[in-house]
């Protein structure tokens, strides 16, 4: 079965005159792929025997609403959402002064095992379709009635790992004929695909890199991120170095704050020594509390110190703003807890 959602409209046009159907038919199918149509048969112009080949031929994805989960503090709304075959994924809508931003899901759990992450704690299923990332936000969209202006690529799973269905999403999603979100308006997060960084970088898509970095030594992110066992530090900023060259986009460095594990002094000189003099900017993260790590936390103090160190060396850093504490608003907890019975 053809997911019809993923398919550009060229490609829907090709689908619809090989089969022997007038070429017009194609932009009437794609306004109501526009409209959220969830049937064929909901496409009311359409001959019947048109109607008929896309229900034997091909299928429309969703993504149903399981549990809704509402913040009291910030306004932040967390969704666990199903797709057709039953699968589950969760996705963060967040409130900002410039609107709303959704932090959308691209896999079916993660193959990459970060220790601090509760979604690789879950194990992997598959990757999404393009469709079923843009079904996130349609059905976000639909539930809260707003309209989503930025998108974040750093839910469940690894972008990168899912690099096909992605930049399909990415320019399906920034067409005029579907949501028309400007690609500066998306961030990517990935823990580290070199190889792919450099084919991205060579897209030129206008997208902002977010890299999850976690530690500066070999020796500490190895310990918490398998994948620096494939490609070290100095491979992933070599990466990020070229992307930064081909889009002359500002990379933004992840960096979870772990009580003494990766928030020494220490580690913040090797960190702003490594990163001096590249256009780009360090998000602090107060580590997660996820059942089963063991990992606190940096204290307040220990941030801002942390921050100091940086900006002495010309690296700018803040601690990025927690959003829906009350919710567990970080991907993988809802999830775990609907699949464990605990919601």
Not at 193 to 199: A, L, R
């Amino acid at each position: 079965m053809t997911d019809i959602k993923s398919l550009f409209d060229y490609e829907i046009e090709n689908l619809i005159t090989d089969n022997g159907f007038q070429k017009f038919r194609a932009k009437q199918i794609v306004q109501w792929l526009q409209k959220n149509v969830t049937e064929f048969s909901q496409m009311t112009n359409l001959p019947k025997q048109l109607i008929s080949f896309l229900e034997e031929n091909c299928y429309i994805s969703m993504a149903k609403i399981e549990r809704k989960l509402e913040s009291k503090l910030d306004e932040t709304v967390k969704y666990l959402f199903s797709f057709n075959d039953g699968e589950c994924v969760e996705s963060v809508v967040m409130k900002y002064h410039h609107g709303y931003s959704i932090c959308i899901s691209t896999q079916v759990g993660c193959k990459m095992g970060c220790t601090f992450c509760a979604t690789g704690k879950s194990g992997y299923s598959r990757d999404l379709t393009a469709s079923e990332m843009l079904s996130q936000i349609e059905s976000a969209q639909r539930d809260l009635g707003v309209r989503i202006s930025n998108i974040v690529l750093m839910g469940m799973g690894e972008p990168l790992d899912n690099y096909d269905n992605v930049v399909r999403f990415l320019k399906l999603v920034s067409s005029e004929n579907s949501l028309n979100i400007g690609m500066r308006h998306i961030t990517l997060s990935t823990c580290g695909v070199v190889p792919k960084i450099y084919e991205l970088a060579d897209l030129g898509l206008q997208i902002t890199l977010s890299v999850s970095l976690h530690a500066p030594t070999d020796e500490v992110r190895s310990t918490t991120m398998p994948i620096n066992k494939a490609y070290n530090i100095s491979e992933l900023l070599k990466a990020c170095r070229y992307y930064i060259n081909k889009t002359n986009r500002r990379i933004s460095f992840e960096y979870a704050m772990i009580d003494s594990v990766n928030d020494t002094d220490e580690c913040a000189k090797i960190l702003s020594q490594k990163l001096s003099g590249m256009l780009c900017h360090v998000n602090l993260i107060p580590v997660n509390s996820v059942k089963g790590t063991g990992y606190v936390k940096s204290k307040l103090e220990r941030q801002q110190a942390f921050i100091d160190i940086l900006s002495q060396k010309g690296v700018t850093a803040t601690v990025r703003r927690t959003l829906g504490s009350d919710i567990n608003a970080s991907c993988g907890q809802l999830k775990r807890n609907y699949k464990e019975g605990g919601i």
